[in-house]
């Protein structure tokens, strides 16, 4: 199974870079990803990562190290409304269990 | 809109009820689980299904049950009510991944009180 573990809170400026960082421990890893929730919502997908390296997808990027079991969701030119909370999730398996961190809640200030 | 349909959105129900929750999965999707958040909590993995059987188990009480039935709905049925399973439950579901991935798609939810 998976042990997925990021930073409970975090805080940064509107405008500003933040990066949100996951760690894993790997049992037949196949993939990590990052959704959004805001508060009372749904999760929201955002991103999936496989291989190693950097995906960039507008203001939001994702990182995946498999060797390291570390992924990091970087988000630039911080807005109010990104303020939420940003969940990992490693999927592994053949049918893709996918386990859910607690979440990483990040508040942005003017 | 994720495609993805819960109903009821809001429950209120007494303690030693039973009730039912149920979820639409998006058009062409086998997968479906189920989800519990508690207040300020993570996302509680309870349970999934493809194609109509049972695939993974989380830590779903004994007084909880799911179902997928041949049209690909799902219910999850939550029964001998306590204070404690007051939560927000989530239903997803998930394709066979024609990018590779195979990210889940969220329904909005049913929030449930038990009083």
């Known amino acids: 199974g998976q042990n997925i573990d990021q930073p409970t809170e975090m805080t940064a400026t509107e405008g500003a870079i933040v990066q949100i960082n996951c760690t894993y421990q790997?049992?037949?890893?196949?993939?990590l990803f990052w959704y959004q929730q805001h508060a009372g919502e749904a999760p929201t997908f955002l991103s999936y990562n496989v291989l190693d390296g950097l995906e960039e997808k507008g203001r939001f990027s994702s990182f995946l190290s498999r060797s390291k079991g570390y992924s990091y969701l970087l988000l630039k030119e911080l807005q109010m409304k990104d303020s939420a909370s940003y969940l990992c999730?490693?999927?592994?398996?053949?049918?893709?269990?996918?386990?859910f961190g607690t979440g990483t809640k990040l508040q942005v200030i003017p | 809109d994720s495609g993805v349909t819960q109903t009821p959105k809001h429950l209120i129900t007494a303690t030693g009820q039973r009730v039912t929750l149920r979820c639409s999965p998006r058009s062409g999707d086998l997968s479906v689980y189920w989800y519990q958040q508690s207040l300020d909590q993570g996302l509680q993995f309870l349970i999934q299904?493809?194609?109509?059987?049972?695939?993974a188990k989380g830590n779903i009480l004994e007084r909880f049950s799911a179902q997928q039935f041949p049209d690909l709905h799902s219910e999850l049925n939550l029964s001998s009510l306590e204070l404690g399973d007051s939560a927000l439950y989530f239903c997803?579901?998930?394709?066979?991944?024609?990018?590779?991935?195979?990210?889940?798609?969220f329904g909005p939810g049913t929030r449930l009180t038990v009083t």
């Open positions: 299904y493809y194609n109509g059987e049972e695939r």
């Open positions: 999730a490693g999927a592994s398996g053949g049918y893709q269990k996918v386990t």
């Open positions: 997803a579901s998930s394709g066979s991944g024609t990018s590779g991935s195979y990210e889940q798609y």
């Open positions: 790997t049992s037949g890893f196949n993939g």
